[in-house]
């Protein structure tokens, strides 16, 4: 069966918004071919309604020379959970993930092919995970304070045990944690 794998920046005080205020100055090639192998292990993508509406704009017009995995964003197949969101929509190999989330979900799993990745999104990450929908949870936790911004675990939600599977450290001071959610 396939894995759901949500993967987001993160600062040091937890925030994971807006990354690209705070991100770029710690991204090098050692974290792109981290993000590149993880780009190779999925064939599906899962979003969110706020980041499929930020990337359904941005990426279309782009080409790999300015934006080298806008062929991947592009072709890959996407499925939207929302409830907003109407469709069919626009975005090239894009549907609306309609019904009951956790059987949509599960009938995505029980589909052939590699792991769905969810990039971005941590609304929908932080909800699969509250549901126990979420297989594993990829962290590249940036030697940065952002102060404040929508945070991946936020202040109120019940707690998650998750086990430490792997761990790297890059040149840059980013640590690239992956987790698995502890079911018991």
């Given at each position: 069966m396939r894995k759901v794998v949500a993967s987001e920046f993160v600062s040091l005080d937890g925030v994971v918004g807006s990354p690209q205020r705070w991100q770029l100055p710690y991204f090098d090639e050692e974290m792109g071919r981290e993000i590149q192998a993880a780009i190779e292990e999925a064939d599906a993508m899962l979003l969110g309604r706020v980041t499929y509406e930020e990337w359904a704009a941005f990426f279309p017009s782009q080409s790999t020379e300015d934006?080298?995995?806008?062929?991947?964003?592009?072709?890959?197949?996407?499925?939207?959970?929302s409830r907003t969101l109407e469709g069919p929509l626009e975005w090239n190999n894009s549907n609306l993930l309609e019904g009951n989330l956790a059987e949509g979900l599960g009938e995505l799993k029980r589909r052939p092919g590699q792991d769905i990745s969810i990039s971005g999104s941590p609304t929908l990450g932080r909800s699969l995970l509250a549901e126990n929908l979420l297989d594993e949870l990829n962290l590249m936790v940036h030697p940065v304070g952002v102060?404040?911004?929508?945070r991946h675990f936020e202040e109120g939600g019940n707690s998650k045990r998750l086990e430490l599977v792997d761990s790297t450290t890059f040149e840059m001071g980013v640590v690239y944690f992956t987790y698995r959610p502890t079911h018991g």
């Open positions: 934006v080298p995995s806008a062929d991947y964003m592009n072709e890959t197949p996407k499925s939207v959970a102060g404040g911004g929508k």
